[in-house]
């Protein structure tokens, strides 16, 4: 996580190892030049200079692209980062073009961004990119080059209040978001349920934040059969962390719910080899919940906000749950497992129901919980799915804002039909076809009903092929876990707190 400063040094002025400078598509006024944006400081010699560089590279100012290219006269830094901001951008491609070339400058110690930012939200987006685009895994193994360890944001007017919230906040966001990468990219050998647990626990050191954590027999005694039926494969039985953010002047409560497989074998339903090689990151949804909850903790927002992590290990062993065998679940619901791979549905159930029985306002759950959703959106949009349209709609604004990509998915009621069992009150499987939507109504069943009798407002988010990315990195994402989820579940927080 690098440091972020704002400063009012002129862009022609500043000492670093790098500038980052925006850049435009060509325009009428210079055919076939694209347009340096920021420093408007710059001298006009030196910002032609800077286009024609780009001119000579390539560099047509597109969004996601980045060109490094030598200092120029008139400026003090050795290096500039030409980066992509395409024709009129929006928060969020500022945000990726801020990453993308932080992320390209990495090897470099101090880097300083002159990016447009016309107001306190387009410098959060700034800054949060730049921060989260300076993240590295290096558990095992060194970085091949140090991400950048400082980026100063040059800004007018430096002590300015919103700015310097605006900055805070998104130090926060990207601490929260690395957070859950870390997670995402440890080896399952390093964590078990317990050492998630454990995490969780140490998120909460220094803040405001209450923390549970339910072992085996816990589980055992309060009839969590979905999290002991998953976990009872593994020689490393499950956990169920419950995280609380109550302050006194809270304004309504919000619950987070997160799938934490720590790693999924698919069980005696085995997945073929190739389909385990990022089941790692099958706790994305988890550690989503669980660095969302140490930002709202941070960010001290006045609404209580519970987090609650199903955490297993589904593996296959002479004390798995087989097929055709039932569970009992918390609440009492009667489960017939016929796949033992579609597990991540089994945990959510017990923990839905927990959460349902503090009579929080909404529910959202978050989990890596489909294939389905991956052919369906593809590895970059998430789905969202709920029972409530105008809830369902709230958090995509969330999204919008935050700055990720989720797209409304229906839930047809005659799905339901197909999840019928003739030993139970339900399955765990039904129609292949619309696998994402059936798992959402499976799920469904789960959510409890307010003191008014009807449905807690819920929204399923389907992170599966967003949670870890297996390509070439973008933007401000890297290869491996991506933390997808956590920014969205702040901002959803934020707003129903009235912030």
């Known amino acids: 996580m690098p440091r972020l400063l704002l400063s009012s040094k002129s862009v022609k002025s500043v000492s670093v190892d790098a500038l980052v400078v925006g850049l435009a598509p060509a325009t009428g006024k210079r055919p076939g030049a694209p347009v340096v944006l920021g420093g408007d400081d710059l001298p006009r010699a030196t910002r032609s200079a800077l286009a024609d560089a780009a001119l000579a590279v390539g560099a047509s100012g597109e969004a996601g692209t980045v060109h490094l290219v030598p200092g120029t006269p008139g400026l003090a830094t050795p290096l500039v980062a030409l980066t992509g901001v395409g024709t009129d951008p929006d928060h969020e491609t500022l945000r990726r073009a801020a990453g993308a070339a932080v992320r390209a400058l990495a090897g470099k110690r101090r ?68 957070t859950a990468r870390d997670l995402i990219n440890t080896a399952p050998a390093d964590l078990a349920p317990a050492d998630l647990a454990a995490e969780a626990v140490r998120a909460a050191e220094g803040t405001s934040l209450t923390v549970w954590v339910l072992d085996e027999q816990a589980l055992a005694d309060g009839g969590y ?60 949804g988890a550690a989503a919940v669980l660095a969302a909850l140490r930002a709202v903790a941070e960010l001290d927002l006045p609404i209580k906000v519970t987090g609650w992590l199903a955490v297993a290990e589904n593996m296959p062993s002479g004390t798995a749950i087989r097929p055709s065998d039932v569970l009992t679940m918390h609440g009492g619901t009667t489960v017939e497992v016929l796949n033992t791979d579609a597990e991540g549905r089994l945990v959510l159930g017990d923990a839905l129901v927990a959460a349902s029985q503090e009579q929080p306002d909404a529910i959202v759950d978050v989990a890596t919980l489909t294939g389905a959703q991956v052919v369906a959106l593809g590895n970059r949009v ?38 019928d069992s003739p030993v139970a009150d339900l399955a765990n499987i039904g129609d292949r076809a619309g696998g994402m939507l059936v798992a959402a109504v499976f799920l469904r069943e789960f959510v409890g009903t307010s003191s008014l009798g009807t449905p807690i407002p819920w929204a399923h988010l389907d992170i599966a092929g967003p949670a870890f990315v297996t390509g ?28």
């Open 225 to 284: 059969g979905g999290i002991l039926g998953v976990g009872q494969g593994s020689s490393r039985p499950p956990r169920l962390v419950v995280l609380e953010h109550s302050p006194a002047r809270a304004q309504g409560h919000l619950a987070l719910v997160g799938k934490g497989i720590t790693f999924d074998s698919g069980g005696l339903s085995l997945k073929p080899a190739a389909g385990m090689e990022t089941m790692k990151s099958d706790m994305s």
């Open 111 to 178: 880097v300083a961004l002159a990016l447009p930012t016309p107001d306190a939200g387009a410098l959060g987006a700034v800054a949060e990119g730049a921060a989260l685009g300076a993240y590295a895994f290096t558990r095992y193994r060194a970085a091949e080059r140090e991400p950048v360890a400082e980026v100063s944001l040059l800004v007018d007017k430096p002590r300015d209040k919103a700015a310097r919230a605006a900055v805070e906040r998104a130090s926060v966001l990207a601490r929260a978001v690395a």
């Open 472 to 499: 070439e990195p973008w933007g401000y994402t890297h290869r491996g876990g991506t933390g997808v989820a956590v920014r969205t579940l702040v901002a959803l927080a934020e707003d129903r707190a009235g912030r």
């Open 382 to 419: 998430s789905g969202v799915m709920g029972n409530d349209e105008a809830f369902r709609t709230a958090v995509l604004a969330a999204a919008e804002r935050a700055g990720e990509s989720f797209w409304p998915m229906p839930l047809p009621d005659e799905l339901r039909a197909t999840l």
